[in-house]
């Protein structure tokens, strides 16, 4: 804020002065005095209303359904407006609505964490039931085969890995499975 000039009022050159003259220089100087009250009260309410007006811009884009986390986001969007001064020849609304569309692009990347996905999952019953195929499928497709146990301690599938076409494969997977 630019600092004004104080009203002075010279007593030395006030005591020279005739009556009338004094009379007229003391009603300019309270003129100049008040006018100087005016200007100061009126700069600290234009402060006061711009920071009113700054605070409700905030307040209702905070409760605006389409800028969604714009409340938790207000210390980044704060940070781009200090940052970026040629956003203050905005109205305070766009501005914020700016600076919040700035913020937002500079974070699209984040991937959103697995509550957030599994919550989002559970809204809709149809990716669900995908979600439970897909999972089926896979431990359908990685199933190991059931293992028997031998007096030796070791564990044979029942169930070769591989279904052998001659005697000399049945012979060398089984020699493989036992360890001979």
């Keep these: 804020m630019e600092e004004q000039k104080k009203p002075t009022l010279d007593f030395d050159a006030l005591a020279a002065l005739s009556a009338e003259e004094r009379t007229a220089a003391i009603a300019a100087y309270a003129a100049e005095v008040e006018a100087s009250a005016a200007a100061a009260a009126d700069a600290r309410y234009s402060g006061e209303l711009q920071d009113a007006r700054y605070a409700s811009a905030k307040y209702k884009l905070a409760m605006d ?78 199933q190991a085969p059931a293992l028997h146990s031998t007096t ?20 060398a997977l089984a020699r493989a499975a036992f360890g001979i």
């Design 65 to 142: 359904g389409g800028l969604s986390g714009f409340g938790e986001r207000m210390d980044a969007i704060e940070e781009i407006l200090a940052s970026t001064p040629v956003l203050h020849s905005l109205s305070d609304e766009d501005k914020l609505r700016t600076a919040y569309y700035i913020d937002r692009g500079m974070h699209t990347g984040d991937a959103p964490s697995t509550e957030t996905l599994l919550r989002q999952l559970q809204k809709d019953p149809e990716a669900m039931r995908l979600c439970e195929a897909a999972i089926l499928e896979k431990l359908r497709a990685e």
């Design 152 to 171: 030796g301690g070791a564990s044979v599938p029942l169930t070769p890995a591989k279904k052998p076409k001659s005697i000399d494969e049945a012979s």
